[in-house]
């Protein structure tokens, strides 16, 4: 349903063509990612999407310490694994296809625009995968990861707990060094996982967790914070070599949630029974590092899915509006033809302003995923140190921009079905109950703020966000054809520059901080200010006079009705930044 | 739950004690008052509160032809009309209790904050039981008003139909004359109404439907438009000189929503065997003129209720921020001891968003509702005009502006809970899908948006909007303690006062009416603007020194962070005007 923009997007915005330059990439063609990308198309829609409505009526459920996954999902599922599909960024030498990053995440789009909870399993299966062949031995890749690569496991992530939060470094789960054996240095785990996406089910026999814990020191205590972390491999199943028997790991309850129902949302009991066996990978106290590894992956499968289900939410008002017809043109006489309410000026701005979120919240994802694909295998080491530096900065945006704005997006989706919207009948209703995960999972909007405005801005000393700011100010020197938007996008060149300097020199940051996520949403449009100028000129450079008009619209919508509201976003960190800091307790009731 | 606010709003910012000097309150005192609110708090809190999430989980189902609602809220509502709640404001000459509708409606947020579903009975039967005393015949009124009013009966309207949505011209119910009775004419109606809330329920024995329809004429045909619709009263339960007998109303189905579960809301088949019996309320061709008179109170009602949900989101975060443990400042080091969270400049400022959106929606609800009274009731002829011709113009910001932006806070009160927010063991999650119903009914933002510029504004030629414009530079005037926020909301006077004029003077108001929706969007924020200042001269006059300093606080927010934001919700009218309706239709793919 997204093939159309996702050509543009990846052969004439970001030429990745040019890709098969590189020696990682040297063996494939455009027609390899082509097939691969209408197998996943296929895949998506007629498996997944046919059963997005019974993911979400027929929740998972407990049966007898089991959790039992809607059955259409399950089949998906099992069909999207035989077809190898899970492989497609792995890398070759572990089994997968090694297909570009780009490519793979414009077909995770697809699969996420047809049934965002049926990705949750893959994703977190790909992402603890990559771990696991990054970072185990070769009996662990082979015991852990292998499974997963054929697809008779899928993998997870257990992070947080009950009164954790996103505070990781605060997690109480202990690990007791038990030994060693074949797989490594082994552990006994006890302590409660809350929010654990996929954390049983019975789509694949075995489930991988990944494990964040405490490894216990000799005098019994653990080390407080990030510092005291360590990451473990704690199968479901144990391995052939320990009788293939159920580890000790139970099911506590799942998560009721508004949205991503078809995902089950567990809060597993590690070791109540004597202790789940373990066995740790990587090194003690690096378990929140290698985590975080993984975290810009994450962050942009968020990032996507807020795009992918607001690109779906769009295409279906936009049907809805060619097709429904009520009212007339405000000037006729109230006996004139009714007409199709796409006529409706209010109706085509929420068409509009849905186009512009939800592509170019797309096109900032796959962007984001070239910079990965750039950042692993560019052979010049001056372009592979910018891309990484630039996905670094650009990564709170990416998760915080499509899950904010894709929900802003849906709510016009709904907006445009009226009352109907509003019905479980209609898909535009789940998806926008699926899209209000987005702001939250990991890492809330404000935490992505935080990071942003600190870590990526502050203690770099700017220094990325200065080559951000040439970047910007390269494409508008390009932008000939768009002197009003070149000119409206080198304004707020110069007043985040100026706003980012002044921050630097202030003593103390902390005011500053307290309007980080002002900040955020801000920034956040500039920077797709910045992708829709780029896309107006592909679009352009295509030769397609059509795709040349969409874009050019879009981007005229985007400058006139959105970058103009930056400034009032920015207002209360400009005029009045001490505020939420200062506000007395007293005053918060 | 909202008692303290309500007190500060009704006695020290409207002081609306003053009402007792006119003729219609004579007889009452704040005591009378006092009591009804109390009563109202008890029955909302302990009957409706108690069974918020059953009426969500529990939805209600058609049981052979019969609709079954969730059972504690039937009983909360037995108890509501039993207590004689529903009568506040209906006049005492037709059993009513005669209060001040600013009360009732203060009354009534409590009740949509406990459970906006049970509310959504009460609403509607009231409006119903007004339409019927105002506009119907003594036998009328003893027939089907003083059922509702003694609560053996509830009432509805029914005015939407599956093609139509908005363009009530455009319905094709029919209704035939067949004589008359002791009732008035009669006639035989025939169609289907969509989305009619308590449509069907087993609350009460009798349920009164308001139908619109068309009046067949001698010759077959039915007029066009507007002009041909009527009202008809159309009982569940024929009269007792008709044998109590049901009429010919079927419910062909019911619609399964996001959120407001507990209202059951059906697609009521009418005449399938032959015609429903419906008796004509007023003139023939006066069915919408009528209707329309109850849409300012309807409208309210809407407001309020986004409004009543915010407020109640904004409470449960609070306490949640308040007692969640974890993070810790940033400043500190990764071992010190975790706070509350409402320590967190960031979640300090969703609550303070949280504060002044819902707060001042609810003063925005609580003024409107005594401009109602002053409109209805005032002896002063000028005020009364004034009041009314201002109620009139604020009606859509009314309706829009808690609807929108109560939502966006709901979206910060899941956001404070973090992922707790997003399960269904957390009200908020439930609120939030609530609340989402209220951008729709009653005329969805859009229209809202067209009504205000077109109707209120243009086609007044200015009158009414400049005597708001007074009004506000008069709040201003008296500002002096608050120097800052005067001075920022007289620039927007001047904003306002000189968009309007030149788009009265524009020969084309096409344009302009394409971007209703932005303009309503910053209207609403000025009127709140508006409304904060006067609620923090309200707080200092108060006498009581913590609630002036709540409310000079949150003032100060709603300008730094909110008011700031005017000029780019304008931006897209003020400099790309002709955008939306000038987009080709090859764009909008």
């Known amino acids: 349903m997204m093939r159309r923009e996702i050509d543009f997007l990846l052969y004439d915005w970001l030429d990745i063509e040019r890709l098969v330059d590189l020696a990682a990439f040297g063996d494939q063609e455009r027609t390899d990612w082509d097939a691969f990308l209408n197998l996943s198309e296929d895949i998506s829609e007629n498996e997944f999407l046919s059963c997005y409505k019974a993911t979400d009526r027929e929740e998972p459920y407990l049966d007898n310490g089991q959790v039992r996954v809607q059955k259409d999902l399950k089949a998906a599922l099992a069909t999207y694994l035989k077809a190898g599909l899970h492989l497609s960024a792995l890398d070759v030498e572990n089994g997968g296809m090694g297909l570009p990053y780009t490519v793979a995440t414009a077909a995770m789009a ?29 009996a662990q890749i082979a015991s852990f990861a292998t499974p997963q690569i054929e697809g008779s496991a899928l993998g997870t992530m257990c992070l947080s707990e009950p009164d954790v939060g996103s505070s990781l470094g605060d997690i109480t789960t202990r690990a007791v060094p038990d030994g060693d054996d074949a797989h490594g240095m082994r552990y006994r785990i006890t302590g409660q996982k809350m929010w654990i996406s996929a954390g049983d089910h019975d789509v694949t026999e075995n489930i ?6 405490k490894a216990v020191q000799p005098d019994g205590s653990t080390i407080p914070g990030p510092k005291g972390t360590s990451l473990f491999i704690v199968p479901k199943v144990l391995p052939r070599s320990m009788g293939q028997v159920r580890n000790d790991i139970a099911v506590a309850g799942l998560n009721h949630k508004m949205g991503y129902r078809g995902t089950p949302n567990c809060l597993l009991n590690f070791g109540e029974d004597g202790g789940a066996t373990g066995w740790r990978i990587g090194k003690e106290g690096e378990g929140l590092r290698i985590m975080f590894q993984m975290m810009n992956e994450a962050r942009i499968g968020v990032g996507l899915s807020g795009a992918a289900l607001a690109y779906r939410g769009y295409q279906l008002a936009r049907t809805y509006a060619a097709e429904r017809i009520q009212g007339r043109p405000i000037h006729l006489p109230s006996n004139s033809r009714p007409i199709t309410i796409n006529q409706h000026p209010d ?21 984001s995923a070239l910079l990965c694909d750039v950042a692993q295998y560019a052979e010049n080491g001056v372009e592979k ?10 990564t709170p945006v990416i998760k915080s921009w499509p899950s904010e704005q894709g929900l802003m997006a849906l709510h016009q989706s709904i907006q445009v079905h009226g009352g109907y919207g509003y019905t479980r009948d209609f898909d ?87 309007n980080a996520t002002g900040f955020l949403e801000a920034f956040g449009h500039f920077v797709i200010g910045w992708i829709w100028l780029d896309l107006a000129m592909a679009g352009e450079r295509s030769g397609d006079h059509q795709i040349a008009e969409v874009k050019k619209w879009a981007c005229r919508y985007f400058f006139a009705a959105e970058l103009s509201k930056i400034p009032g976003l920015l207002a209360l960190l400009e005029n009045d930044n001490s505020l939420t800091r200062t506000v007395p307790d007293t005053v918060l009731i």
């Open 110 to 138: 697809e699969l996420m625009a047809s049934n965002v909870a049926g990705s949750g399993f893959i994703l977190l299966s790909a992402a603890n995968t990559r771990v696991i062949t990054e970072f185990g031995t070769p």
């Open 208 to 213: 991988i967790h990944l494990v964040l814990a």
């Open 347 to 367: 109706i085509r701005r929420m068409l509009l302003l849905q186009k512009v979120i939800s592509e170019g919240a797309l096109a900032l994802c796959l962007k």
């Open 385 to 394: 140190k910018n891309a990484a530096a630039l996905l670094d900065l650009l």
């Open 428 to 514: 535009v209703e789940q998806l926008y109950r699926d899209s209000r995960l987005n702001p939250i999972h990991e890492g809330t909007t404000g935490i992505q703020a935080i990071d942003l405005l600190r870590r990526k801005i502050l203690l770099d000393e700017g220094r990325t966000f200065k080559i951000f700011l040439e970047t910007v100010r390269n494409t508008i020197k390009d932008a000939t054809s768009f002197p009003d938007q070149a000119a409206q996008l080198s304004g707020l060149c110069d007043h985040f520059d100026s706003l980012v300097r002044a921050i630097l020199e202030t003593e103390s940051t902390e005011d500053a901080l307290s």
